[in-house]
């Protein structure tokens, strides 16, 4: 699922403590998600800067929108968090060092 170039982006995305934090909160609401608002209201991001911190996310594939009426929901991507962890530890232990 992940190259090096994908993985490197995500990763990238993830060096903000306002995106980790956007994640990590998504995480914890489950499958369900946020809605846009209860997302940043509970972060207490400025909306002049969320958004992009938001999109950032998405671009990266670490976050998934939905449009239900007026509402757009965020919901974190398991499958990609977990396709980006895998990538990171695929080689592991694979002959570098025997100390593992």
């Known amino acids: 699922m992940f190259t090096d170039d994908t993985a490197a982006r995500a990763f990238a995305s993830l060096g903000s403590p306002t995106r980790l934090a956007i994640l990590r ?15 940043r209201s509970q972060l ?35 499958a990609a968090i977990k396709g980006l962890s895998d990538h990171l530890l695929e080689d592991c232990c694979s002959g570098v060092s025997k100390d593992c």
């Open 25 to 39: 909160l998504l995480v914890r609401a489950g499958c369900d998600g946020l809605n846009v608002t209860e997302l």
């Open 44 to 78: 207490d991001i400025p909306a002049s800067t969320f958004k992009h911190h938001l999109d950032a996310l998405v671009v990266a594939g670490l976050v998934q929108q939905i449009r239900d009426g007026r509402d757009q929901i965020s919901t974190a991507d398991y």
